[in-house]
């Protein structure tokens, strides 16, 4: 069985903006499955339909067999404790410190507003901690989060959705606010993760080198629509004009 599977997605906004048409693919468990698109063809709504921060209009979402569109609040939640998440732009809380913003990735396990580090079980602190190790900024435990740089903040993010013990990670443009460089260096942490852990990646990512490099698979949204599904060796020239159009210089093509 997939891990993942979506019918028929659609997503309408205010009646009138049709960010995903119809949509149907399904991701097996281990796929490192990167999605690609213009800004605005929907790959954070598509992203975000899957544990329903997002309504879909009409379609099903499908997680281990589970009907996510269909669940119960109680469902709802048990399905997202399954799925991590890598934001854009880290959202981490700033002011506080690394060890504390990957600790709230536990937030629904123990007591769910500590404000106070001890109020978290010593196993749990070890195993931030082992995340930390994880990304390989276990020695910025206590440093507070917006004295990192951006590409540390993004391996917190990633050592926060690790505390879940994910089955999927959701990462929507993980690495858009990084120069290249430091992109492959938040990168790698996903890729060893999916091929250490076994964990699904969906990620969505601007730039076809990095999605190239990376993903296992690459689907293509145009327009709400998906226009590729294959392997990244399969995007020659011609799909890759296909997919970004007159902007396909702006994001990589050769
Ligand atoms: P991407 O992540 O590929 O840039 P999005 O999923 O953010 O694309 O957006 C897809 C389309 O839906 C765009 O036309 C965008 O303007 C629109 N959209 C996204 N979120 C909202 C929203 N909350 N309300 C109205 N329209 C939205
Ligand atoms: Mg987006």
Redesign the pocket.
């Known amino acids: 069985m997939p891990v993942l599977e979506i019918r028929n997605l659609t997503?309408i906004?205010?009646g009138r903006?049709?960010?995903?048409d119809d949509v149907s693919l399904k991701v097996q468990r281990g796929e490192f499955l990167v999605?690609v698109?213009?800004?605005?063809?929907?790959?954070?709504?598509?992203?975000?339909c899957i544990n329903r921060l997002?309504e879909p209009t009409a379609g099903q979402v499908l997680f281990d067999g589970v009907d996510v569109t269909a669940a119960s609040p109680e469902e709802l939640r048990l399905v997202r404790r399954r799925i991590g998440m890598v934001f854009q732009h880290f959202n981490l809380v700033r002011r506080s410190s690394v060890l504390t913003n990957v600790l709230s990735g536990r937030l629904g396990y123990v007591n769910p507003w500590p404000s106070l580090l001890h109020r978290f079980p010593a196993v749990e602190v070890e195993r931030a901690m082992a995340n930390l190790r994880r990304v390989g900024i276990e020695e910025k435990a206590e440093a507070r989060a917006d004295e990192l740089s951006g590409g540390q903040q993004q391996r917190v993010g990633i050592a926060r959705a690790l505390m879940q013990d994910p089955e999927m990670i959701l990462a929507?443009?993980p690495v858009s606010a990084l120069d290249p460089a430091t992109s492959h260096s938040v990168l790698r942490y996903l890729e060893e993760i999916n091929r250490e852990d076994g964990t699904t990646i969906l990620c969505?990512l601007h730039f076809l080198d990095l999605a190239r490099r990376y993903g296992t698979r690459i689907i293509a949204?145009k327009?709400?629509r998906l226009i590729f599904d294959g392997l990244p060796s399969e995007i020659d020239r011609d799909r890759f004009r296909e997919i970004y159009g007159e902007e396909a210089q702006e994001v990589g093509v050769s």
Do not use: I, P
């Open positions: 997503k906004y205010d903006v049709r960010a995903l999605v698109g213009l800004s605005g063809s929907g790959k954070s709504t598509l992203m975000r997002v929507d443009e969505n949204l327009a709400g």
